[in-house]
């Protein structure tokens, strides 16, 4: 079945610079890879998210790219601010279209 | 819009005990899915209902837990009896269909801890 790895588990920046965190899959039929971002005490949200016939895909200053024949897709977030701390999870819905999840990465912005 | 309810969003029991914790999704979304979260691992999927049915309960880790949706609407998840590796954030998440373009909306989740 599906495996979804995300690293790192815990990203330090400062503020204003850029955070990328990084997900690979398994499954070469895995087609939607969705990220969510998870603030202190609330629930699970999404933020991005990306289809397989799709490179990458732009929002304000989060992007997420997908590399098919490599099977990874990364979180980029530019300019970062405070409100950018949280844990942010990747997944990957499987043939099945079960979303497969990674272990999260707990992103700090430092001050 | 009401988002997804959980309750209650923490339950300390001790081993050996039961614990019923609800989820009561969108109106309207046919599916709903209960993940647990270990502290520091992935969420980890538990089970998938299409209204009242289960679609797909390859997650649950043994028959200590029973999740039920009578009439399609709110799903309840028992854990009977409780063992401490059952310590978790327990969430519940809804999406109107399984097209891509359908998220997941999730619960504020319920925090077990079995001592």
């Known amino acids: 079945g599906e495996n979804v790895e995300q690293h790192p588990s815990t990203l330090s920046v400062q503020e204003g610079d850029s955070a990328v965190i990084k997900c690979t899959y398994s499954d070469s039929a895995s087609n939607y890879f969705p990220w969510y971002k998870q603030e202190l005490g609330k629930r699970p949200q999404l933020i991005i998210d990306i289809r397989s016939n799709v490179g990458e895909k732009k929002d304000q200053r989060i992007a997420v790219t997908l590399n098919k024949t490599a099977k990874h897709f990364s979180l980029h977030i530019t300019e970062t601010q405070p409100e950018d701390s949280a844990v942010y999870f990747c997944?990957?819905?499987?043939?099945?279209?079960?979303?497969?999840w990674g272990a999260g990465t707990k992103l700090i912005i430092k001050p | 819009e009401a988002g997804v309810t959980q309750f209650p969003s923490h339950s300390v029991i001790e081993k050996g005990q039961t614990v019923t914790l609800r989820c009561d999704p969108i109106s309207g979304h046919d599916n709903l899915y209960w993940y647990r979260r270990v502290m520091g691992k992935e969420i980890k999927f538990l089970l998938h209902f299409v209204k009242e049915s289960k679609q797909d309960e390859s997650g649950m880790p043994n028959n200590r837990f029973l999740a039920e949706r009578t009439g399609g609407t709110y799903s309840t998840l028992k854990v009977q009896p409780a063992e401490l590796e059952d310590s978790g954030v327990y969430f519940c998440?809804?999406?109107?269909?399984?097209?891509?373009?359908?998220?997941?909306?999730f619960g504020n989740g319920t925090r077990l801890t079995v001592t």
């Open positions: 997944a990957a819905k499987d043939s099945n279209y079960q979303l497969i």
């Open positions: 998440a809804s999406s109107q269909d399984l097209g891509w373009g359908s998220p997941l909306h």
